[in-house]
């Protein structure tokens, strides 16, 4: 079975730094596109930020030259480094991998989320 965890959510002050974790582990064959997504109350979700199997990053505006992700493939392990942080960036974020459990099938897996609050 494939897992995804995240880590590394928490409540940061306004102007604050975090960075989240997005783990697989499971038996696999690779893992190849992972995004980072947020859900705040009342809102939908929405992505944040992409990255490729060969590392080409893409970001919402929101989070543009704020936020970087980032992947160890060592380490079956995508990050979410997160600065300046602002009190609308509070929301759930979750990540969603595509990964070949096995060479020919792929598949989409979501983890469960990490909470991150930026508040005063």
């Not at 102007?15 to 992972?34: D, E, Q, T, Y």
């Not at 759930?92 to 469960?112: D, F, M, P």
């Amino acid at each position: 079975q494939v897992q995804l965890v995240e880590s590394g959510g928490g409540l940061v002050q306004p102007g604050g730094s975090l960075r989240l974790s997005c783990a697989a582990s499971g038996s696999f064959f690779l893992i190849n596109a992972v995004g980072w997504y947020r859900q705040a109350p009342g809102k939908e979700r929405e992505l944040v930020a992409h990255i490729t199997n060969g590392g080409r990053t893409t970001y919402a505006d929101s989070g543009k030259g704020r936020f970087t992700i980032s992947r160890d493939n060592d380490e079956n392990t995508v990050y979410l480094q997160m600065n300046s942080l602002k009190p609308e960036d509070t929301a759930v974020y979750l990540c969603n991998a595509l990964i070949l459990v096995t060479e020919r099938h792929e598949y989409s897996y979501w983890g469960q989320g990490t909470q991150v609050t930026v508040s005063s």
